[in-house]
RNA sequence: CGGGAGGUAGUUCAGCCCGGUAGAACACCUGGUUUGGGACCAGGGGGUCGCAGGUUCGAAUCCUGUCCUCCCGACCA
């Protein structure tokens, strides 16, 4: 099988699609625009999700988990959302198959079970949650409902990418519900932070934080407030969004509460998600034409170790030594994999694991037995070192810390470099099309020139930083006044 | 959903134009030698050629339909 991977100068979307099937991620499968996570990637996940379970769990929420399948009836209860998701939508008409009396050994629809009412496969889990909600809240003292559920959701996309956009896809949904507005806008800037501190924390990852405009907005959001990172190739992804509701779920569920003066007024409500989309952010930030690069915070393994022995005798002994390395890592809290595998040799590990984008590597021969050191190497700046046995565990999580910093240093580093003022229209434009990233420009807060603008050149207005400076200036494509510059970006 | 390319062994692909017994490399299995950056020798196993029709004495190859994948576009809280 060739491991040879493209190279990210010459074919962008191909280095990409090789990084995630060559590193072992995830695999195409033979159901339209769905993916098959392998066990590798999937760990990748369980430990992003262990760290987000914490941080909401830490900020008071609990999860909970709701159906998958949403009567077309509820769909349709929020107006703007069902319009906003009506196109993407795979539906459930029958209930039962029989066997095709004209085919032997085939299926078919059996007409007779027909639906009375559809069923939508959720494309989120507004309309089921808001429904059950109403049933939860009668007075002040039920609120907040603060909950999250981890789910599959299915988007019957045109074009799918693997992690980017796939027709069925993992992600958290939280689903909050406040007596007041200002305690549900105070609950979706939270947890925007929460997504930004996780984004940048764990998966070094540096995101802006910002709200949309009303052109981006989340179908039923009355605000939406996002994460937006910058990949190398230099567009835009959103990473993640929480949504400020207002009443509008609550209206059109009929969520009401009692307050303590005994009025009844419905609730504010909030929601926010991140995605396996993020791993797709994690590969395209870091990784290199070797393959990916993982932070060493989430990473499946942080180490992994390789022996090099020549002969049965030598392995015996090294194989004691990295017992005791290995008990030595694992107590310092290192997650380590030893690959004593005969099939391969030394070089060939070296090269897969790079591949996998294994933050630390070590290298145990007799040579190195003997002189009491083992050859460490850091995936990221692909570096050797030495390193005495005694103390390693202490030195290699030094390095693993260090390597999580480097990562977020260096995408921060093309990230900053890449935001980019422009004042004409002509420097815009050249902006988009020869250097790529953020491009800072003043617009006139119209829809009509967001969508002018994205018609011309592709790029859509990302979001509008938060505590954005306020700096009176001219629209760069129609001139009028603005207050402030927002961000523009070609965008995944 | 429009345009383009594809689907043949576990993987990457050749064979198709011009129909005639299913191929290569890598991977896998056995044995041996090896092991500090993708090892070598010898032997071996493995494919209803995406699926369904049609043409033909005969179809991986020609025709029609269909499903799936990739790239570009449209779409994408």
Same mark, same amino acid.
């Given at each position: 099988m060739s491991k040879e991977i493209t190279s990210r100068s010459e074919d962008y979307a191909q280095w990409y699609n090789d990084l995630v099937l060559k590193g072992g991620l995830a695999d195409y499968s033979a159901v339209r625009g769905c993916m098959v996570i392998k066990p590798y990637g999937y760990t990748l996940w369980e430990?992003?999700?262990d760290a987000l379970d914490k941080m909401f769990k830490d900020t008071g929420h609990v999860n909970a988990y709701f159906p998958l399948f949403v009567p077309r009836s509820f769909l349709e209860k929020e107006e703007g959302h069902a319009e906003g998701f009506a196109k993407e939508c795979a539906v459930v008409t029958h209930y039962r198959l029989k066997v095709n009396p004209d085919k032997k050994g085939t299926l078919m629809v059996d007409p007779d079970s027909k639906l009375e009412e559809e069923l939508i496969v959720r494309p989120t889990s507004e309309a089921v949650i808001w429904n059950t909600y109403k049933d939860w809240i009668q007075s002040y003292r039920d609120l907040p409902l603060l909950i999250n559920q981890w789910a599959n959701v299915v988007r019957w996309e045109m074009r799918t990418r693997l992690f980017l956009r796939t027709a069925e896809f993992l992600w958290q949904e939280g689903h909050t519900a406040h007596a007041t507005s200002d305690e549900a806008i105070a609950e979706a800037e939270q947890m925007l932070g929460v997504y930004a501190e996780f984004a940048e924390n764990w998966m070094a990852l540096p995101v802006i934080k910002g709200v949309k405009t009303p052109?981006?907005?989340?179908? +039923? /959001?009355v605000e939406t407030y996002c994460i937006e990172a910058l990949m190398q190739d230099g567009k835009a992804l959103q990473a993640g969004t929480s949504h400020f509701l207002g009443q509008n779920f609550a209206k059109a569920f009929d969520v009401k509460f009692l307050n303590k003066e005994n009025k009844q007024e419905h609730v504010w409500a909030t929601s926010w998600g991140v995605s396996t989309r993020l791993i797709g952010a994690l590969v395209m930030a870091h990784s290199d034409d070797s393959g990916l690069i993982l932070p060493p915070k989430i990473a499946p393994f942080q180490v992994v170790i390789v022996p090099i022995s020549k002969g049965d005798e030598q392995k015996v002994l090294i194989d004691a030594k990295v017992k005791t390395i290995m008990e030595q890592l694992k107590a310092a809290g290192i997650t380590v994999k030893y690959d004593n595998n005969d099939n391969a040799r030394p070089g060939w590990k070296f090269a897969e694991y790079e591949l996998k984008g294994v933050p630390v590597r070590i290298?145990? +021969? /007799?040579?190195?037995?003997?002189?009491?050191?083992?050859e460490v190497a850091r995936r990221d700046?692909?570096?050797?070192?030495?390193m005495g046995f005694d103390g390693l565990a202490v030195q290699v999580k030094k390095l693993l810390d260090d390597i999580q910093q480097n990562l977020y240093n260096k995408a921060r580093t093309y990230r900053d470099a890449h935001i980019t003022p422009a004042n004409t229209w002509d420097e815009f434009k050249k902006l988009l099309e020869e250097k790529g990233g953020f491009v800072s420009a003043h617009w006139d807060g119209t829809s009509e020139t967001e969508d002018k603008i994205k018609e011309e050149?592709?790029?859509t207005i990302r979001c509008i930083p938060l505590n954005n400076a306020r700096e009176d200036g001219k629209c760069i494509y129609?001139?009028?006044?603005?207050k402030e510059r927002v961000l523009f970006a070609l965008a995944y």
């Open positions: 430990n992003m999700q052109n981006e907005r989340f179908a +039923g /959001a290298a145990i +021969g /007799a040579r190195d037995i003997e002189n009491n050191v083992a700046t692909k570096e050797k070192m030495s050149t592709k790029a129609s001139g009028k006044p603005s």
